[in-house]
């Protein structure tokens, strides 16, 4: 049976259901709609076995401007994965996004609202679960972690960022002229949502996948993705932007020190940082910076490239590409089971 959960978590749907969970294999899995009822509500989808989970619970945290589908589309599916290999698996919405947006009608206006949210939804689980992030969503697992507002039973990086806009010229440049605006000006409150953005992206995906070559900037590997999957996931998974979280990226790039800095030198919270060889929005380096800096006696980098013949590895496919089963999520449920 499916652990209960108590005050101040709503449950607002409950059902046994079809999950495809990648390349034509399907399961019958429970999902649960999960509110959890605060100042700042925020929604997660609970997903479990049908008689429950025989592991414990596992929190994703997605990235910056996305929401629930960085790991869940009805062509592949992480969150389902894990969930059928027994985990506890709520895919967290942070405030200002999906589901915690349009229902509860939070706004996001920091970065530090967002490890606020993880820390809450943390505290107020049966058992101390372990973290997975995607981009921003792993710094704001390193945040929370470092700030000791909640702990985890480990945290899990993909394509996580640590130092930002620091790599390549394209990034660098954009965050050289986002520093140019005064932080003093209030423009906290605006939000650009991408919706329109990732449908244009849908549409134009192949001629996107051919330039990925030799863009800039790209966020999956030409190839790794399959076309239905890569439309789906652009379409359903941009979200919304808090431009003075943005702005507040863009000074990271300036400095050394991350605001998570100090306090992840001196965290023991046991991390796995798994990055892509050719992702050109947070390069390797960028993102080692957590393994480096991490004061855990119990760390570990994976770096994918593709010493098999088999491909190199972006930004989204280190989630949800074609070889995301066999390299990613068994890697990351083998290390989590090693440290329960």
């Not at 505290?123 to 972690?145: C, I, K, Q, R």
């Not at 700030?147 to 050289?176: E, H, K, N």
Request: hydrophobic fraction near 40%; include cysteine; glycine fraction near 8%.
């Amino acid at each position: 049976m499916t652990t209960p959960l108590h005050s101040p978590f709503i449950v607002h749907d409950d059902a046994v259901r079809q999950a495809h969970i990648d390349q034509g294999r399907y399961e019958s899995l429970r999902l649960q709609v999960v509110e959890l009822q605060q100042e700042q509500p925020l929604w997660a989808e609970r997903m479990t076995r049908p008689e429950g989970a025989s592991r414990g619970p596992v929190v994703l945290i997605h990235g910056f401007a996305q929401n629930r589908f960085s790991w869940h589309t009805t062509h592949r599916s992480m969150a389902a994965w894990l969930a059928h290999e027994g985990w506890d698996v709520f895919n967290l919405e942070l405030r200002g996004h999906g589901r915690s947006r349009r229902r509860s009608k939070t706004v996001a206006t920091s970065f530090m609202d967002y490890p606020l949210d993880l820390s809450d939804f943390s505290n107020a689980l049966y058992e101390t679960p372990f973290w997975v992030g995607h981009s921003l969503g792993a710094s704001v697992a390193y945040m929370a972690d470092a700030d000791r507002r909640a702990t985890s039973r480990g945290i899990v990086s993909l394509g996580g960022l640590y130092r930002f806009g620091q790599a390549g010229w394209l990034l660098p440049t954009l965050t050289r002229w986002t520093r140019r605006l005064p932080m003093g000006v209030h423009i906290g409150d605006i939000q650009v949502h991408t919706g329109v953005t990732g449908r244009a992206f849908a549409r134009l995906f192949p001629i996107l996948d051919l330039a990925a070559f030799g863009a800039p900037i790209a966020g999956w590997w030409p190839g790794s993705i399959e076309p239905n999957l890569a439309k789906e996931r652009m379409r359903r998974g941009f979200d919304y932007i808090p431009v003075r979280v943005w702005q507040e990226m863009s000074e990271w790039g300036s400095a050394d020190a991350v605001p998570w800095d100090s306090g992840w030198r001196s965290s023991r919270t046991p991390c796995f940082i798994i990055l892509g060889d050719r992702d050109t929005m947070l390069y390797p380096n960028e993102g080692a910076a957590a393994f480096d800096r991490s004061g855990s006696d119990d760390k570990t980098l994976l770096v994918l490239d593709d010493t098999h013949g088999l491909t190199h590895w972006g930004h989204l496919d280190i989630v949800l590409g074609k070889h995301a089963r066999d390299y990613v999520w068994t890697a990351v449920d083998k290390w989590m089971q090693e440290r329960l």
